[in-house]
């Protein structure tokens, strides 16, 4: 059906009013979030979900709740936090080093993970000690039994020596990576166990030392 001229002169008119509500949001009549802000939703007097004001351009009042996050302490409040007099509660100090004892415990495990899948390969993994045993064997003492080595390097057409001397290089890179990733680890969560305030706490960030 074809709209009449006044109709069609109505919906451009609507288009136009919806385009000045995006370009000038402080003019619009819902809720209006900044693209570049943090939101708290609020329910019972909690935080239910944080997002970033860009997927929420314009939203009803009368059927959420929500509170701007003070820019650069954003990581200061979790969903689950309090809200006290319509204002935000943020995280307490323990509250916190457990947050970010978790995330520095999920990138270690992440960074061990991805070390482990480069040097230890799923289909060696059963074998990879009984690898480094007969070579450490073998370069100790060549006279020594390796049957293992043997017939791995028999359907690799490698010589025992050669085969030995990769494994060991293999296993050293591999434990000098744990090492490295334990060492820095520690640190993380010694510095974090010191920590005096929130700023202090979300100083101590993971940043894989491997890479």
Request: a negative charge; glycine letters at 4%.
């Amino acid at each position: 059906m074809e709209l009449t001229p006044e109709e069609q002169a109505a919906l451009e008119a609507h288009e136009q009013h919806i385009l000045e509500l995006a370009s000038n949001p402080q003019e619009c009549d819902l809720g209006c979030c900044q693209a570049d802000l943090y939101y708290a939703l609020i329910q019972d007097n909690q935080i239910a979900d944080i997002f970033k004001g860009e997927s929420l351009p314009q939203f009803n009042p009368k059927d959420i709740q929500l509170i701007a996050l003070p820019q650069g302490q954003e990581r200061h409040y979790k969903i689950g936090g309090r809200v006290q007099e319509g204002k935000l509660v943020p995280m307490s100090l323990e509250e916190a080093k457990a947050t970010q004892l978790a995330y520095i415990n999920l990138a270690f495990e992440a960074a061990f993970n991805a070390a482990q899948s480069e040097h230890v390969p799923l289909e060696e993994s059963m074998s990879y000690e009984l690898q480094y045993q007969e070579a450490q064997l073998f370069n100790t003492d060549p006279s020594k039994p390796t049957p293992f080595l043997d017939a791995l390097a028999l359907a690799r057409k490698e010589t025992k020596s050669a085969l030995a001397a990769k494994i060991l290089s293999k296993h050293q890179a591999y434990f000098s990576k744990l090492a490295t990733l334990m060492g820095y680890t520690q640190t993380l969560r010694n510095n974090l166990a010191k920590a005096q305030d929130l700023q202090e706490v979300f100083q101590v960030e993971f940043k894989n030392p491997l890479e």
